[in-house]
């Protein structure tokens, strides 16, 4: 995630030689400054994105790690602003945003209605069956990919009830 601190570890036999030194490369090119076993990158930004490798010395010569691991950043989700939406009271009101850079298992979703998260709204697709006039109001998205949640804007939703005969045909 934007910000956060990436770590990569390694475990080194230093076979009978304990004069080990540690080097790290990213993207084939040697990190300066990077010389322990542990690496880590505090910041986490795009351009640290790569392949990261170890290269372990000691005075018999020294030895790349046949791993690597390779460190992508996360980038931050985002909802696509809703228009207005007008539905008929007792009526079905379904929502389907469009969201950007939102994969894997730690998606979570939550719907807000007036500012407060809806109880059991927590799917891409806000979905609310036999609509009332008290459910008139403001609505919002908000999407977490694991690196934080993020709020979409919020939009209207106007409930129209039925026509009312003022006086009966005579």
Excluded: H, K, M
Excluded at 88 to 94: E, K, M, R, Y
Excluded at 146 to 168: D, E, K, R
């Amino acid at each position: 995630c934007p910000g956060e601190t990436a770590t990569i570890t390694s475990g080194v036999n230093p076979n009978g030689d304990n004069s080990l030194t540690y080097s790290w490369t990213l993207n084939g090119s040697v990190i300066t400054g990077a010389n322990t076993g542990i690496l880590s990158i505090p910041n986490f930004q795009s351009a640290n994105a790569g392949t990261y490798a170890l290269v372990a010395t000691n005075s018999c010569g020294s030895t790349t790690s046949s791993a690597t691991t390779t460190l992508q950043l996360q980038p931050t989700p985002a909802v696509a602003n809703i228009a207005d939406q007008t539905v008929c009271q007792s009526g079905t009101l379904n929502v389907a945003p469009s969201y950007t850079n939102v994969s894997g298992a730690n998606v979570t979703y939550q719907w807000y209605f007036n500012g407060t998260a809806i109880n059991g709204q927590t799917f891409a697709q806000l979905s609310l069956n036999n609509v009332s006039n008290a459910q008139a109001g403001r609505y919002n998205a908000s999407v977490n990919n694991g690196c934080g949640a993020v709020n979409g804007a919020a939009f209207n939703v106007n409930v129209l009830n039925l026509p009312t005969i003022q006086s009966q045909p005579a």
